[in-house]
């Protein structure tokens, strides 16, 4: 499991847009259980992230934000999950695709 | 979730999501759950058992200490949860337990949960096996540890193998072959000589090989999207000669006699070994759906658009667990039948059917009808749950603070 998107995302939406009203957090949610804060860091160590990176170690994130992937009838993929949530907390986007073009279009929309 | 077959008692015990589980297996083909009433722990992940003493241990409850009584049932002897203790892997050797933990290695307690020790050296450990007067340590920081452990309180370590990042689980056969579950890899060991292992065999597992059961020549892994049965005869030469798709995630799998357990998330399943072929081969023979806590269901309307009686003959879902109610009838024009369907699930983890009507139309004898289960989940259109998560440094974020933002939320796991 990977979170290949994350510097794309740092510097193709956070770097951009944070200052337009728009927050990009990276959140570790991981339902296997052994996930651990020093793991974790090492992970994104060498990211240089700078968007806010939390860690749902409980994965109760993860069972409150599922969703069916309609593009694998078979296989519910569990990582990695993009949401767009609008400046009034509805859903706007939700996907198990790492599609930035995408993310950005739904953000221009809802400026 | 952990898998621990108990042959004597034909039993099988699960460390599971929704706590500690026995499963009566003497007849496979029709397993029962025999755990009644709240199962002790939550969120478990691993279990150990020696005669009668049963060991659960998971992130959220720590260690539990269960006493068999027989029959499946048992007594609750006692819990070791300190602080920031994080459990993974553990086995009983002798009187001692040993327990692998993260950020920590492998602390030996003796039968009533007491500190004795640790295994010098270990720091980080995930899993651990033994076998006579040997164990075998998964640590994140030194690899594949080989400790004298004849006297059980008292371990020395003889030898430690680099073998690469992410790994998860191990197992042994009696030939010493070991055989790890490391995430992109599924790692072949040759420790029959305990002061030098030596990795045989290194291959791609085409999923997160998440857990590992080795028995004889046969190794089965839990794979995350599928369980991947292996012929470890010749270790250096390690070939794939089964796959089965998960229906929800290949998370533990234990091989006993020539049955192969798997946890499937929601759903225990046995499959039955055909040694009598070409290769060996495991047939699916029975599942059991896990401590339904959520009822998920909804309506059908079928209804009869023709000028000729409709038959339906069968309704059928791909998935087990769904239930249908009634699944044939007869409708006269425009009448309408009402079908149920409902399904018990114990986690929170979306899935999707494939289902089929069967009937007397002359166009479409099978029409398909595609499910999608989602319990709780959200969909474009809800308003986002809200949620309280620690960033690195300890201080909690609400989503709620972002109101008046746009949010762009990625969930990742760094395992």
């Known amino acids: ?69 309609p593009q694998s009838a078979d296989w519910i993929a569990p990582y990695p999950r993009e949401y767009v949530i609008g400046a009034d907390g509805e859903l706007l986007y939700v996907s198990a695709d790492v599609d930035v073009p995408a993310i950005i279009d739904v953000i221009e929309a809802n400026r | 979730m952990d898998v621990v077959p108990d042959p004597d008692a034909k039993l099988v015990y699960l460390a599971a999501y929704a706590g500690g589980l026995a499963i009566d297996v003497e007849d496979p083909t029709n397993m029962r759950l025999t755990t009644s009433g709240t199962p002790p722990g939550r969120r478990m992940y691993w279990a150990a058992q020696s005669d009668e003493d049963l060991v659960i241990t998971g992130r959220e409850s720590g260690l539990i200490h269960l006493e068999l009584t027989g029959a499946g049932g048992w007594t609750q002897q006692g819990t070791y949860d300190p602080d920031g203790f994080n459990p993974e892997g553990l086995a009983w050797i002798g009187e001692a337990l ?34 006579d007067t040997i164990a075998y340590v998964l640590d994140r920081d030194h690899g594949l540890m080989v400790v004298d452990v004849s006297d059980a309180f008292d371990p020395q370590p003889i030898a430690e193998l680099d073998i690469g990042e992410g790994a998860q ?120 759906t896990l401590n339904g806590q959520d009822e998920v269901e909804t309506t059908l309307v079928v209804r009869n658009d023709g000028a000729m009686e409709l038959d339906v003959t069968e309704i059928r879902c791909d998935d087990e667990r769904i239930q249908i109610a009634p699944t044939s009838f007869t409708l006269a024009p425009e ?3 009402l079908v149920r369907l409902s399904a018990s699930l114990s986690s929170t983890n979306p899935w999707s059917s494939d289902c089929t009507i069967a009937s007397n139309d002359e166009d479409e004898s099978e029409a398909s009808l595609y499910l999608d289960v989602n319990p709780t989940g959200v969909a474009v259109g809800d308003i986002a749950p809200d949620w309280s998560v620690p960033d690195l440094d300890g201080n909690i974020h609400n989503l709620s603070d972002y109101a008046g933002k746009i949010v762009v939320l990625t969930l990742f796991s760094s395992l």
């Open chain 1, 1 to 69: 499991m990977c979170a290949a998107e994350l510097p794309r995302l740092e510097t193709d939406v956070w770097l951009p847009y944070q200052d337009d009203g728009v927050v990009v957090i990276a959140m570790s949610s991981s339902i296997i259980g052994s996930e651990n804060p020093t793991d974790l860091a090492e992970y994104i160590a060498g990211m240089d992230l700078t968007m806010p990176v939390l860690a749902d170690y409980s994965a109760d994130v993860y069972g409150d934000y599922a969703f069916t992937d």
């Open chain 2, 98 to 131: 040993y327990v692998a933990a993260q950020d920590q290695g492998v602390v030996v307690l003796d039968g009533s949960l007491a500190v004795m020790g640790s295994v010098p050296g270990s720091s980080n450990a995930m899993d651990i096996v033994v076998t």
């Open chain 2, 169 to 288: 689980s191990l197992a042994i056969n009696d030939k010493g072959v070991v055989v790890v579950a490391a995430g992109g890899r599924v790692i072949v060991i040759d420790a029959s000589t305990p002061e030098a292992p030596e990795i045989v065999a290194d291959l791609e597992s085409g999923g997160t090989a998440f857990r590992v059961d080795v028995a004889g020549d046969i190794a089965a892994v839990a794979n995350w999207q599928d369980t991947r049965i292996y012929d470890i005869s010749l270790p250096e030469c390690t070939y794939l000669i089964g796959l089965e798709d998960a229906t929800d995630v290949s998370t533990s799998v234990a091989l006993q006699d020539d049955i192969l357990y798997v946890g499937d998330w929601d759903v225990f399943r046995a499959y039955q070994l055909d040694a009598g072929g070409a290769s060996p081969e495991y047939t699916a023979v029975d599942y059991l």
């Open chain 2, 335 to 337: 009448e309408i039948e």
